[in-house]
Nanobody
Framework: QLRLVESGGGLVQPGGSLRLSCAAS????????MGWYRQAPGKQRELVAG???????NYADSVKGRFTISRDNAKNTVYLQMNSLKFEDTAVYYC??????????????WGQGTQVTVSS
């Protein structure tokens, strides 16, 4: 059974960087699109970045040019490099599989997420 564990969050100053990791176990993620989502207090969970099984990427307008999603299928892991962080990036970040290799609609179980706090 698929299990997703996010890590790498923390407290960072505006303009700083973090690299999030999402380690999957129980199922190979290689056949799935993968997405990073975030949920800020009082807001709905939103897709931040996605990568298809073929490696094509998609980003929310708010993070384009600052965030980079990548995947290492051999390690069954997905990454999110976050640069030039802003206050509004503060949220709990989650990863999930898509419902197919090219869909970013979340299809797997949610993990516990990792908290990212941008504060001076």
């Amino acid at each position: 059974q698929l299990r997703l564990v996010e890590s790498g969050g923390g407290l960072v100053q505006p303009g700083g960087s973090l690299r999030l990791s999402c380690a999957a176990s129980g199922t190979s993620i290689s056949i799935y699109a993968m997405g990073w989502y975030r949920q800020a207090p009082g807001k709905q969970r939103e897709l931040v970045a996605g990568i298809t099984r073929g490696g094509n990427t998609n980003y929310a307008d708010s993070v384009k040019g600052r965030f980079t999603i990548s995947r290492d299928n051999a390690k069954n892991t997905v990454y999110l490099q976050m640069n030039s962080l802003k206050f509004e990036d503060t949220a709990v970040y989650y990863c999930n599989t898509g419902k197919s290799g090219y869909s970013f609609s979340p299809g797997g179980p949610w993990g516990q997420g990792t908290q990212v706090t941008v504060s001076s």
